[in-house]
């Protein structure tokens, strides 16, 4: 059996990791899109390295597009296997692929009008929407802890991971020459106290360890200090300086975890009395699927509704899908909050705000989530950076831009190390493989596995093959 890493290999996004038994099944652990350079991306996301028409198994660890967004793709190309995934990631999927095959079709068209006026050549997009629809017929949903059968040899067991709504372990018991292999496969995993989310669950004992490593260099603040930062901010931004607070945020996740947050503090009467919009028509259709999922919540979110039947909503709160009103949100002097995607700043409504207003000092940027260090949202945190270029024209940087950590989905290193170590008896796993990470974080990462026990831990390159 052998382990072929194809993205997410000594970077963040694009997760695909092939699996090849030695009975000759093709085994896809996720099949994300390169995110956070633009079009730089569009070759890399091209170059598959594997004929998805031979894939038998495309076992999805959670919705995120990093994660999931080649799907629509690869059915283009051939792929006609079966999607195993939470139903919840199911549910997730059905409307962030069609969202990404509509930003996709934007983008492809801006840039074309570009290459027009250069004479070079053009390029189509990766999928549209019929095939984002289309290859949802693929999928089959699986609940947590249930051990499904994929074929005679191969068992798939899903366990919660705490990432975002429908996040799991891919945990894999693979038969060959009479004994069983175990490889256990975390996508993203969350925090042990999410503000919305309930905390990682012990995953099966595994041989051979793929993890993520976004975090592996870093600590983060506990939940209760980051609300106490974002009332703060809020203030700050909204009654002192009567300016207006831009959250650039993902959609799925992080969006309903801020709203939550502000509608605990309208509940207990600490949030100013300014307006609060959410401009993201895929956040409002992630949020009703939030709603049909409260019961996968964590208690805190189970106490919150038995006064406030909506954790989600609150008087002073808007959602808006109608592009019209989200243009007339940037010829306001209003005070708010517009909460909007995307979370890295490259692409969607957010993008537009931020152009708006990124020469505004009484405007503050509050970045809640990772950045890729090429993205917009990264770039805007350096200080020294005066001017940034956006939609092909300079801006002068004069809003505030802040960060709080507290908001992320992902673990610390702290976290991550102390969920496996319970979940596992370390000495028995053979092999560990760090994916999902940039380089200083991955060999940090390394360093603190190895003062944790585990041991023969690799950063795998692109493209690198391993031998089970």
Same mark, same amino acid.
């Given at each position: 059996?052998?382990?072929?890493?194809?993205?997410?290999?000594?970077?963040?996004?694009?997760?695909?990791?092939?699996? *090849?038994?030695?009975?000759?099944?093709?085994?896809?652990?996720?099949?994300?899109?390169?995110?956070?350079?633009?079009? %730089?991306?569009?070759?890399?996301?091209?170059?598959?390295?594997?004929?998805?028409?031979?894939? $038998?198994?495309?076992?999805?660890?959670?919705?995120?597009?990093?994660?999931?967004?080649?799907?629509?793709?690869?059915?283009?190309?051939?792929?006609?296997?079966?999607?195993?995934?939470?139903?919840?990631?199911?549910?997730?999927?059905?409307?962030?692929?069609?969202?990404?095959?509509?930003?996709?079709?934007?983008?492809?068209? /801006?840039?074309?009008?570009?290459?027009?006026?250069?004479?070079?050549?053009?390029?189509?997009?990766?999928?549209?929407?019929?095939?984002?629809?289309?290859?949802?017929?693929?999928?089959?949903?699986?609940?947590?802890?249930?051990?499904?059968?994929?074929?005679?040899?191969?068992?798939?067991?899903?366990?919660?991971?705490?990432?975002?709504?429908?996040?799991?372990? #891919?945990?894999?018991?693979?038969?060959?020459?009479?004994? /069983?292999?175990? #490889?256990?496969?975390?996508?993203?995993?969350?925090?042990?106290?999410?503000?919305?989310?309930?905390?990682?669950?012990?995953?099966?004992?595994?041989?051979?360890?793929?993890?993520?490593? *976004?975090?592996?260099?870093?600590?983060?603040?506990?939940?209760?200090?980051?609300?106490?930062?974002?009332?703060?901010?809020?203030?700050?931004?909204?009654?002192?300086?009567?300016?207006?607070?831009?959250?650039?945020?993902?959609?799925?996740?992080?969006?309903?975890?801020?709203?939550?947050?502000?509608?605990?503090?309208?509940?207990?009467?600490?949030?100013?009395?300014?307006?609060?919009?959410?401009?993201?028509?895929?956040?409002?259709?992630?949020?009703?699927?939030?709603?049909?999922? *409260?019961?996968?919540?964590?208690?805190?979110?189970?106490?919150?509704?038995?006064?406030? $039947?909506?954790?989600?909503?609150?008087?002073?709160?808007?959602?808006?899908?109608?592009?019209?009103?989200?243009?007339?949100?940037?010829?306001?002097?209003?005070?708010?909050?517009?909460?909007?995607?995307?979370?890295?700043?490259?692409?969607?409504?957010?993008?537009?705000?931020?152009?708006?207003?990124?020469?505004?000092?009484?405007?503050?940027?509050?970045?809640?989530?990772?950045?890729?260090?090429?993205?917009?949202?990264?770039?805007?945190?350096?200080?020294?950076?005066?001017?940034?270029?956006?939609?092909?024209?300079?801006?002068?940087?004069?809003?505030?831009?802040?960060?709080?950590?507290?908001?992320?989905?992902?673990?610390?290193?702290?976290?991550?190390?102390?969920?496996?170590?319970?979940?596992?008896?370390?000495?028995?796993?053979?092999?560990?493989?760090?994916?999902?990470?940039?380089?200083?974080?991955?060999?940090?990462?390394?360093?603190?596995?190895? %003062?944790?026990?585990?041991?023969?831990?690799?950063?795998?390159?692109?493209?690198?093959?391993?031998?089970?």
């Amino acid at each position: 059996m052998t382990i072929q890493f194809l993205g997410a290999a000594e970077e963040v996004t694009g997760s695909k990791h092939l699996i *090849t038994t030695q009975s000759g099944k093709r085994i896809l652990l996720d099949c994300g899109m390169y995110q956070g350079k633009g079009m %730089e991306t569009d070759a890399a996301n091209r170059d598959l390295g594997f004929d998805p028409k031979q894939i $038998d198994y495309l076992i999805l660890s959670h919705a995120h597009i990093d994660h999931s967004g080649l799907i629509p793709y690869i059915y283009r190309l051939g792929f006609r296997g079966d999607i195993i995934s939470t139903p919840a990631t199911r549910d997730l999927c059905a409307i962030m692929l069609q969202d990404t095959a509509y930003i996709q079709a934007q983008d492809i068209r /801006w840039y074309n009008k570009k290459m027009d006026r250069l004479h070079k050549p053009k390029v189509d997009p990766l999928y549209d929407i019929n095939h984002a629809q289309q290859c949802m017929k693929l999928f089959i949903s699986v609940n947590y802890d249930r051990k499904y059968k994929l074929c005679d040899d191969v068992f798939v067991t899903l366990t919660n991971s705490g990432h975002m709504l429908g996040s799991a372990v #891919i945990s894999l018991e693979i038969k060959e020459d009479g004994e /069983w292999k175990r #490889i256990a496969y975390t996508g993203d995993l969350g925090r042990q106290h999410s503000h919305i989310l309930c905390s990682p669950q012990l995953f099966p004992q595994c041989d051979c360890l793929i993890c993520e490593s *976004t975090y592996g260099d870093r600590l983060h603040d506990d939940s209760l200090v980051s609300e106490e930062e974002l009332l703060h901010v809020v203030e700050d931004t909204c009654v002192y300086k009567k300016g207006k607070l831009l959250i650039p945020s993902f959609s799925v996740g992080r969006t309903q975890e801020i709203v939550y947050v502000l509608n605990k503090l309208y509940n207990d009467g600490s949030l100013p009395k300014i307006k609060v919009y959410v401009d993201s028509p895929l956040s409002v259709n992630a949020t009703h699927i939030f709603r049909m999922y *409260t019961d996968a919540l964590n208690e805190d979110v189970q106490d919150s509704m038995r006064f406030d $039947d909506d954790p989600f909503g609150f008087s002073s709160l808007k959602y808006i899908t109608d592009i019209n009103e989200s243009k007339a949100l940037n010829n306001s002097d209003e005070p708010c909050i517009i909460i909007s995607a995307s979370g890295m700043l490259e692409a969607g409504r957010i993008k537009h705000h931020v152009a708006n207003h990124i020469s505004d000092p009484s405007t503050t940027i509050l970045i809640v989530g990772y950045c890729t260090p090429t993205s917009l949202g990264a770039r805007i945190q350096d200080p020294k950076l005066q001017w940034v270029s956006i939609f092909g024209f300079d801006h002068k940087i004069k809003a505030q831009v802040t960060k709080i950590e507290g908001f992320s989905g992902h673990g610390d290193y702290h976290e991550m190390i102390d969920y496996i170590s319970r979940s596992q008896n370390i000495s028995t796993i053979r092999r560990t493989f760090i994916v999902h990470g940039e380089s200083a974080a991955q060999e940090a990462y390394k360093d603190h596995l190895y %003062e944790a026990g585990f041991r023969n831990i690799d950063i795998p390159t692109k493209g690198y093959i391993a031998h089970i």
